[in-house]
């Protein structure tokens, strides 16, 4: 008489029949949920920007204290981007309120602008630098109150619509030294600082959201 072969042996395997169907079934899934990915990659990329802006928004608040509600007096690109004005940048003008490098002023979508380098000849002997910031800044409120800014007297915009900052993407920008960097978008939509201290995003129409 044969030996009994153990019950974990005298299992059934499955079929290539079945095998296919759970194959598709994984694929199916996969194709429905690829779709969804790219949105909320960008959803958390702009969450994530969002808490940085608020940040940069509460370092100028301390410099806007500091100066008798002054936003800081900077140029709205910093170096090495062509920008045509004597003042420091941003990150620059307000390195007592919050470090020059602070992560506070990286977008998580920017993997091009706030990495390029420059020669800092500011210091001796010079040294490489990069430039440290994803976002431009608004500078017609550079030196002035929000009372005083061309914002508020001639078009009438509250702080809670006034840009501060925003996204610098989507663009050709050109160096001091003459070169040309191509930038796409951080995001589906913009996302801005404004004047009040929130960040939020414009619709496709430059609607606030």
Request: glycine share 4%; proline share 7%.
């Amino acid at each position: 008489m044969p030996a009994l072969r153990p019950a974990a042996l005298s299992r059934r395997a499955f079929t290539l029949i079945e095998v296919l169907v759970v194959i598709s079934i994984i694929a199916l899934l996969i194709a429905i949920l690829l779709p969804a990915l790219g949105p909320a990659r960008d959803a958390a990329r702009r969450a994530a920007c969002s808490v940085n802006m608020r940040s940069c928004g509460q370092a100028i608040e301390l410099y806007k204290n500091q100066w008798k509600e002054v936003f800081p007096l900077a140029r709205y690109m910093p170096q090495p981007w062509l920008s045509g004005s004597k003042y420091p940048a941003l990150n620059v003008a307000m390195a007592d309120q919050l470090d020059r490098e602070s992560p506070a002023y990286r977008c998580p979508g920017d993997r091009i602008i706030w990495k390029v380098t420059f020669k800092d000849d500011s210091v001796t002997p010079p040294v490489d630098k990069i430039s440290g910031m994803s976002y431009t800044y608004v500078t017609a409120l550079a030196g002035e109150t929000i009372e005083n800014a061309f914002t508020s007297k001639y078009l009438k915009m509250t702080p809670s619509n006034t840009p501060l900052l925003y996204d610098f993407d989507n663009g050709t920008y050109e160096t001091q030294d003459k070169q040309q960097i191509q930038t796409p978008f951080f995001h589906r939509t913009r996302n801005v600082l404004f004047a009040d201290g929130h960040a939020s995003r414009y619709d496709s129409e430059g609607h606030v959201e």
